[in-house]
């Protein structure tokens, strides 16, 4: 048994049970420059994500004339002009590499605004928030409602019916724009409501209808406090320069109401502007009281900004006493001094560059990167053969690559060794010193090449050899490097 | 036994545990995360019973579902099978030059006959048909029994000196172990065999003898200029390549005790499409005529 050191008889009630009861959160509506700024974001987001899906881009005869596709039966990626193969899934690796510095640099500039703002479990949180404010009320009716023993009279059921409803409709059309980005989605969308769709595209909507109803309409807050890692891992990448959420307790220390302040003030005795009026509590999303200074349930969605400035501007005193701020401000305030907002730092600068040099590298090898491209794989047993009259024969397995959605010729030659001869499996009809072959369209084509030259002419033991092929329509060109090895 | 006290700046109690003076606060997890966490638990038994888990002394549980690995492979590779078949059907209704026409047919035909290649030809001539002394390498374009494919198909099916009614016969006789040839006289045929393909010859050697003796006794099977005969299997000794060795030691003992390598009879063992698609690979691997 645990003995408890009563220092607080008010608050110390012995030991915590072994799990805590969630605590319901009922943030109450707000109005001002953030919120603003978080229905615009909600209403650019939702809409990229919902309507990206129909907006076409024109690739030619052939291929897919979706815009973002991601094309998985066919090992496509689309992205406008942008057509990835599944061996250039790296540039997927560059995508994270530069997602995760953009996210460090947002969290060095602004502390976690990516959570507040523009995380997809805020936005659609935001979003089953405000329908539930639209059918059941602000805060304090939704709080009556809860805590109200009434028999479930009809009016309320029909509420909550009503939201649930309207909430699994959200749910269910979060889910059926998931799978538009995997199939044409005019195409699908007829399909779905003819009940012609495969059927892994209707699992695929009962999944994520099913997470988007449960993490936005009941897990809330949880996620972010509990199941998300990004606020652990935030934590350890922050400094003290960011620009957090910040109380200013300066500013607002001691507490008292407005009628005492003012009388202090008046005999230029020192007060505090907050007012203890609860607005930023009431408001949070996450139920958390910031003048408790910084903590991890914060998502800084710089709701309770908005909601104590219009306290302030009602008793006349100025605003942000919560903003966007840090600790080294506050306590140049309580010196005098002018605050410093150190966004263009050492750690600030090197993010961007990093950011910049990784997307410069990715553009590069992007609009380099050839549609037409060559491997070889030399045999490797045997790796030489002597023939009859006493010549040499290396054996190639060479696989073409044509990126684009059209068939095309091309000549093979080899360059290294001397009086070199190229004869292609399967194929007798071509010139012997430069075989034609046809590559079929959007894909890859595998062929064995046997390349023989006279021993007398090439006496060193391996002999770099380079394949080149050309295409004789377009003249693009593509080689690869190997040995040519003798026996 | 451990103290509780109140953190006055969470407003949280504490544990009570302490470590180098840290006291840790009390934050029970949420109630839904405990469920979690012990539905896991759960689950992981459930696993336990219905899938084999537990490592014994020499074998390991079952499983409630009797479920195996080995059984679900072998589902998958009879599932395989099946779909192979019809284009196995495809590929032997398939003449031979079309197969090599065909690129789809050509991929299954060599991926089919490297297959079948490894599981029966690999042993004597080699995984990559590179052979080995005596063995012939099937990648040059020299054959003792012609390297066309109806020729290649001939060969695989009934082998070589097999026995098989069909077979190929014709043996390199013992010209020394018989007494057909002297000993001075198989030196000297070695040396002239030597000379057909450019080797040099040993001194003092006697062309016209050698030479001589040749079209007495070699003629026959390998032919007046020395380029040998598929009909018999006598291989072209003109050329740069030699199945027992080019040396005259090699040759003298070819010459006196005669050579005979056995290729099996596949026909009967492999099935028809197979043997035609193990006919293309080898074709394919480069000496094919
Ligand atoms: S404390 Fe303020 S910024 Fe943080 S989550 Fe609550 S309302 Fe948002
Ligand atoms: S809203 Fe502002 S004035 Fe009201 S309690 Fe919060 S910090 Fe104090």
């Given at each position: 048994m645990n003995k408890i050191v009563q220092t607080d008889p008010d608050q110390v009630e012995g030991v915590g049970p072994l799990y805590a009861a969630p605590k319901k959160v009922y943030p109450q509506s707000v109005f001002g420059t953030f919120r603003r700024i978080k229905w615009g974001l909600m209403a650019f987001c939702l809409g990229v994500y919902y309507l990206l899906p129909f907006v076409r881009w024109n690739r030619g005869l052939g291929a897919p004339d979706q815009a973002v596709l991601i094309d998985l039966p066919n090992s496509r990626f689309y992205f406008f002009f942008i057509e990835l193969w599944p061996q250039e899934v790296y540039y997927f690796t560059g995508l994270l590499i530069i997602a995760a510095l953009t996210l460090f640099l947002m969290n060095s500039v602004g502390g976690r605004i990516w959570c507040g703002y523009l995380c997809p479990q805020t936005v659609w949180t935001d979003l089953f928030y405000a329908v539930e404010r639209l059918i059941e009320g602000d805060r304090r009716e939704r709080m009556r409602k809860a805590a109200s023993a009434d028999p479930l009279k009809l009016e309320r059921i029909s509420e909550i019916v009503l939201k649930h409803s309207i909430w699994l409709l959200l749910a269910w059309w979060t889910g059926g724009a998931w799978v538009l980005y995997f199939t044409d989605a005019p195409t699908l969308v007829k399909e779905l409501v003819t009940f012609q769709a495969p059927a892994i595209a209707y699992i695929w909507i009962a999944i994520l209808t099913a997470t988007t109803y449960l993490l936005a309409g009941f897990m809330r807050e949880q996620v972010c406090v509990y199941m998300c890692p990004w606020p652990r891992i935030q934590a350890a990448l922050t400094d003290e320069w960011a620009l957090n959420v910040t109380y200013r307790y300066d500013r607002g220390e001691k507490r008292m109401s407005v009628k005492k302040a003012n009388e202090l003030r008046a005999l230029c005795l020192p007060a505090g502007d907050c007012v203890d009026c609860y607005q930023c509590v009431a408001t949070c999303p996450t139920g958390i009281d910031i003048r408790n200074g910084p903590q991890i349930d914060c998502i800084q969605c710089g709701l309770c900004i908005d909601?104590?400035?219009?306290?302030?501007?009602?008793?006349?005193?100025?605003?942000?006493?919560?903003?966007?701020?840090?600790?080294?401000?506050?306590?140049?305030?309580?010196?005098?001094?002018?605050?410093?907002?150190?966004?263009?730092?050492?750690?600030?600068?090197?993010?961007?560059?990093?950011?910049?040099?990784?997307?410069?590298?990715?553009?590069?090898?992007?609009?380099?990167?050839?549609?037409?491209?060559?491997?070889?794989?030399?045999?490797?047993?045997?790796?030489?053969?002597?023939?009859?009259?006493?010549?040499?024969?290396?054996?190639?397995?060479?696989?073409?690559?044509?990126?684009?959605?059209?068939?095309?010729?091309?000549t093979i030659d080899v360059d290294g060794p001397q009086d070199a001869v190229l004869h292609v499996v399967g194929d007798d009809s071509t010139t012997p010193d430069r075989p034609m072959v046809v590559l079929g369209r959007d894909g890859t084509t595998e062929l064995r090449v046997l390349v023989t030259a006279p021993s007398e002419k090439n006496s060193k033991r391996s002999i770099p050899i380079k394949f080149r092929i050309t295409d004789i329509g377009l003249g693009e060109v593509a080689s690869a490097i190997d040995n040519f090895v003798l026996p | 036994m451990a103290e509780s006290e109140l953190d006055k700046v969470s407003g949280k109690t504490t544990t009570g545990h302490q470590w180098d003076g840290i006291k840790e606060l009390n934050t029970?997890?949420?109630?839904?995360?405990?469920?979690?966490?012990?539905?896991?638990?759960?689950?992981?038994?459930?696993?336990?019973?219905?899938?084999?888990?537990?490592?014994?002394?020499?074998?390991?549980?079952?499983?409630?579902?009797?479920?195996?690995?080995?059984?679900?492979?072998?589902?998958?590779?009879?599932?395989?099978?099946?779909?192979?078949?019809?284009?196995?059907?495809?590929?032997?209704?398939?003449?031979?030059?079309?197969?090599?026409?065909?690129?789809?047919?050509?991929?299954?035909?060599?991926?089919?006959?490297?297959?079948?290649?490894?599981?029966?030809?690999?042993?004597?001539?080699?995984?990559?048909?590179?052979?080995?002394?005596?063995?012939?390498?099937?990648?040059?374009?020299?054959?003792?029994?012609?390297?066309?494919?109806?020729?290649?198909?001939?060969?695989?099916?009934?082998?070589?000196?097999?026995?098989?009614?069909?077979?190929?016969?014709?043996?390199?006789?013992?010209?020394?172990?018989?007494?057909?040839?002297?000993?001075?006289?198989?030196?000297?045929?070695?040396?002239?065999?030597?000379?057909?393909?450019?080797?040099?010859?040993?001194?003092?050697?006697?062309?016209?003898?050698?030479?001589?003796?040749?079209?007495?006794?070699?003629?026959?099977?390998?032919?007046?200029?020395?380029?040998?005969?598929?009909?018999?299997?006598?291989?072209?000794?003109?050329?740069?390549?030699?199945?027992?060795?080019?040396?005259?030691?090699?040759?003298?003992?070819?010459?006196?005790?005669?050579?005979?390598?056995?290729?099996?009879?596949?026909?009967?063992?492999?099935?028809?499409?197979?043997?035609?698609?193990?006919?293309?690979?080898?074709?394919?691997?480069?000496?094919?005529?």
């Open positions: 909601a104590c400035d219009n306290v302030m501007k009602k008793i006349g005193r100025p605003t942000r006493l919560i903003g966007y701020d840090n600790d080294i401000n506050i306590q140049r305030r309580m010196a005098g001094k002018p605050p410093i907002y150190g966004i263009v730092r050492p750690r600030t600068i090197i993010y961007i560059a990093l950011i910049a040099l990784v997307g410069g590298i990715m553009l590069y090898a992007l609009l380099t990167r050839s549609l037409l491209d060559i491997n070889v794989l030399h045999d490797r047993n045997p790796v030489a053969v002597k023939l009859s009259d006493g010549s040499i024969r290396n054996a190639y397995t060479v696989r073409f690559l044509n990126k684009r959605g059209f068939d095309r010729v091309v | 029970p997890l949420p109630r839904w995360w405990l469920i979690t966490f012990y539905a896991t638990i759960l689950w992981a038994i459930g696993y336990w019973v219905v899938y084999p888990a537990w490592p014994l002394l020499w074998s390991h549980t079952t499983g409630a579902l009797n479920y195996s690995t080995r059984a679900a492979v072998a589902v998958e590779l009879a599932n395989l099978e099946k779909i192979r078949g019809d284009k196995m059907i495809a590929l032997g209704a398939a003449s031979l030059a079309d197969i090599e026409k065909d690129p789809a047919l050509l991929a299954l035909a060599r991926a089919r006959g490297k297959a079948a290649f490894g599981d029966n030809c690999a042993p004597c001539h080699g995984s990559g048909g590179a052979g080995a002394k005596g063995y012939p390498n099937l990648n040059d374009d020299d054959w003792l029994w012609g390297g066309s494919l109806d020729q290649i198909v001939q060969t695989i099916q009934f082998g070589a000196r097999s026995g098989h009614t069909k077979t190929h016969e014709g043996a390199m006789l013992a010209f020394g172990k018989d007494g057909i040839l002297k000993r001075d006289e198989i030196g000297t045929v070695a040396n002239y065999v030597r000379s057909l393909s450019g080797l040099s010859t040993r001194q003092g050697y006697d062309v016209i003898a050698g030479a001589k003796i040749f079209v007495e006794n070699c003629t026959s099977c390998h032919g007046e200029a020395g380029k040998g005969n598929q009909e018999l299997g006598a291989p072209n000794l003109t050329d740069k390549i030699w199945l027992y060795g080019s040396d005259e030691a090699t040759l003298i003992e070819t010459i006196t005790n005669g050579r005979a390598g056995v290729m099996p009879t596949w026909v009967g063992r492999l099935d028809p499409s197979t043997i035609k698609a193990l006919a293309v690979y080898v074709h394919t691997l480069g000496g094919g005529k």
